[in-house]
């Protein structure tokens, strides 16, 4: 076997490594995600284990808090699309701008401000926090009605 064979064998191995570290990451970011989504149905569905997740700074009705909770799965659903690479960042960037039309998804970004706070502030989903920080700061300041028009979608 002569270098150039040994050099394409060590190429495409290390590709394969790769490619496998990627798949295992993405499974186990897939599981974590049933894990969380079948807690928060859980909460929605009963107030006694919604108060568990009740870490708001200001009292929430449990009705708004189910909203909540709906708010964070539909949230997290995006992120995990984006983590796993189903979702461009420009995609997800769309997504989140048709989220924050709702005034209860912006209710619940807004109490959820300080959770976001303890992430690490080089992971994916504190970065995805800013960029809907700065999208629902942009909307809000929007001097149009034109909401698919505000913001800067990151490009891709």
Known sequence: MGPAAVAGLALTTGALTLAAARLRRNMALTEQHRLHFALLCKAMEDEALAAVLDTYDSEVPPDRQRQFLFANALYTN??????????????????????????????????????????????????????LDGLARELREADTDEWWVVGHPPTD
């Open 78 to 131: 995006a992120l995990h699309a984006y983590r796993t690479g189903a979702m461009s960042l420009g995609e997800l960037y769309g997504h989140l701008r048709v989220m924050c039309q709702n005034p209860v998804f912006r209710a619940y970004w807004e109490a959820t401000r300080h959770h976001r706070a303890s992430l690490r502030r080089s992971s994916e989903e504190a970065e995805v926090g800013r960029v």
